[in-house]
């Protein structure tokens, strides 16, 4: 296998199977094989031993040669006794101590088993509300997400990942105020990502600079109002300060809710591209894109028909991944199993623009977003109606949109573009539609373990075109950026743009190209550089309203202590 060291050594730390002295039992090779046998077994009552062995051997190859990957847990998981497959989990919390307390047992239960939680905290009375059994007055949604965040912490991901949670309050929840302000400091509520869950009449309310109702959520009564431009400018300030709160738009994500009638969607799982109903679970999985090229005459093209069949074999792949899954409680299992929702998405976006020769920042790398995500969107739909036909639609189909339009599908939604945090490096390739971040970096990966990393394509370009040399590169670490490196001709800097070349507009821009494409949401940091004021992050927020984001997250370079990537350290 054609693997880097970054990727064999995350592999072995946190994904081969091990025995109880800390002994590997599989190599990546391995573990490859035990994930596709494990997903090929779904298909056990459907096909003959034959087919089902080829079926494995598709999957695996799909794998080991890393054009697609699936979320992590399943790497982990499958095949092992832990069985938990999915990345991605909501769940509810009710406006009762039982309720809350038995919703943080289940998210303990959740982080153990590798996966994320996402919870909205906006059915919770506010603070100060009174409480008819004691006499007391309740504690409010922000002091309630603390005992959560402390439970995370204690969980620690029995020893595979920290957990990770969404923490998200509608913006017009009394407590809104406390909420947007909780993590102003670095070191409060870490284990949690914050959005302000915002609304239409909140927007309006923005642009016409108006005020707003808060509503108390167990009584349903008009409790007081807000300016809204104040509110919006809060959020902007805080996210300036330091990346948090993100805002999600929650009537976006219910417009764009396959099953109404099952229910609201009040939260995204930890990084946002996947909103959920409460108690549903969804696995993921990435395409690498920097694989789907094809040369002709020696000049590199998309190969849509290598992406087509990928698209395919990775939609069969993960409706499986839902009947081999071991859920971890009966809720989410039913759940889970009645609508059959899958996430698939893309890795190594920056890569492939990279080989294209076509700059991040640019309109042909817009339309070209559009085009591919347009394709594998349909593509998706089109294989999910070809399992609809030979296994059945989803359970609770009678209760979803496509039963008007006569849509047959198997699973409710099939795309998601996740962050591959992990999945990139074990693929070495730029994380999900991410510009790249540096040229070269070191990346802080999983706890404390830092790696140093020299984009593979750049390397390659730079010794074609002759002028690799260490020292360069060394140089260009300690900037992260080639802009301005006279040695390096201009078309080259134009084309291995990175994250802070490119301006907050042309992120946004992005996002919302691939979003145009995508069933869920779309996972995205638009990277500020430091000098970014307020009024960039203001504007970015429109941006991102005004072109049918479901959400943003920016984050200002240096804002935060702990940063996952740091340019300008060299080891
Ligand atoms: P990976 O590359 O490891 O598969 P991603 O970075 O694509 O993961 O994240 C996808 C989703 O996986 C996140 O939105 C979140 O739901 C979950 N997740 C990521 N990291 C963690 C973690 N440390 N603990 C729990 N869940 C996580």
Redesign the pocket.
């Known amino acids: 296998m054609n693997l880097t060291e970054n990727a064999i050594k995350v592999l072995k730390k946190r994904y081969l199977a091990k025995d109880e002295n800390g002994n590997l039992l599989e190599d990546p090779e391995g573990m490859f094989r035990r994930v596709a046998r494990t997903v090929a077994s779904a298909d056990k009552e459907y096909v003959s031993e034959e087919e089902l062995k080829s079926i494995e051997q598709e999957f695996y190859d799909m794998m080991v040669n890393l054009d697609f990957l699936p ?2 847990p399943t790497l982990m998981n499958a095949g092992r006794p832990l069985g938990q497959l999915s ?2 989990f909501v769940l509810p919390i009710e406006d009762t101590m039982e309720g809350i307390f038995e919703t943080i047992k289940n998210a303990a239960l959740i ?1 153990k088993s ?3 939680t996402g919870f909205s905290f906006s059915r919770l009375r506010p603070k100060g509300a009174s409480v008819n059994s004691t006499g007391g007055v309740a504690s409010g949604p922000v002091s309630f997400m603390k005992v959560f965040n402390a439970a995370t912490e204690a969980v620690k ?1 029995g020893g595979t ?4 949670n969404m923490g998200i309050l509608r913006v017009d929840h009394p407590d809104i105020v406390e909420f947007i302000t909780c993590k102003k400091n670095n070191a409060d509520i870490t284990n949690f990502n914050i959005s302000v869950g915002i609304t239409e009449e909140f927007m309006n309310a923005v642009e016409n600079n108006e005020y707003y109702n808060l509503v108390e959520p167990h009584t349903g009564k008009i409790v007081g109002k807000q300016n809204a431009r104040e509110i919006f400018d809060l959020i902007v300030d805080m996210a300036w300060n330091n990346g948090e709160p993100g805002i999600i738009f929650l009537d976006r994500l219910n417009k764009d809710n396959v099953t109404p009638e099952l229910g609201e969607i009040e939260s995204t ?3 946002g ?2 909103p959920l109903l409460p108690y549903e679970a969804c696995n ?1 999985g990435s395409i690498n894109l920097s694989n789907m090229l094809k040369y002709v005459d020696g000049k590199p093209e998309v190969d849509f028909a290598k992406l087509r069949t990928t698209v395919w074999k990775a939609v069969h792949f993960l409706d499986n991944v839902i009947d081999v899954n071991k859920y971890p409680l009966p809720e989410i299992d039913k759940m889970t199993r009645g609508t059959r929702k899958i996430g698939l998405g893309v890795m190594g976006w920056a890569d492939m623009l990279c080989k294209l020769n076509i700059p991040y920042n640019s309109q042909s790398s817009i339309d070209l977003a559009e085009k591919i995500m347009h394709f594998i969107q349909d593509e998706s739909r089109k294989a999910s109606m070809e399992l609809a036909e030979k296994k059945g639609v989803f359970p609770y189909y009678d209760k979803s949109i496509y039963k008007n339009l006569g849509i047959r599908v198997r699973n409710a939604t099939t795309t998601t573009i ?7 490096i074990i693929a070495g390739v730029s994380s999900g539609i991410e510009p790249l971040f540096a040229i070269s970096y070191i990346r802080n990966v999983m706890d404390n373990d830092e790696l140093v990393e020299v984009n593979p394509v750049f390397k390659q370009v730079a010794k074609e075109e002759g002028f690799y040399s260490d020292e360069l590169m060394r140089r260009i670490a300690k900037k992260g950026s080639i802009r301005g490196f006279d040695e390096i001709p201009e078309w080259i800097q134009d084309v291995f743009v990175t994250a802070h070349d490119i301006s907050p507009d042309w992120h946004v821009r992005m996002q919302a190209a691939f979003q145009k494409y995508t069933d869920n949401a779309v ?1 995205k940091t638009v990277n500020l550089r430091n000098e970014a004021t307020r009024k960039d992050v203001a504007d970015a927020f429109w941006l991102a309203y005004k072109t049918n984001c479901k959400g943003i997250t920016i984050y200002r370079d240096g804002s935060r202590d702990l940063q996952v990537l740091n340019i300008g350290k060299v080891k």
């Open positions: 979320n992590s990345a991605c982080h590798g996966g994320g991901q990942r920290r957990g990770a799982n930890p990084c591209e996947q993921l996740a962050p591959t945090g992990t999945l990139s996972s």
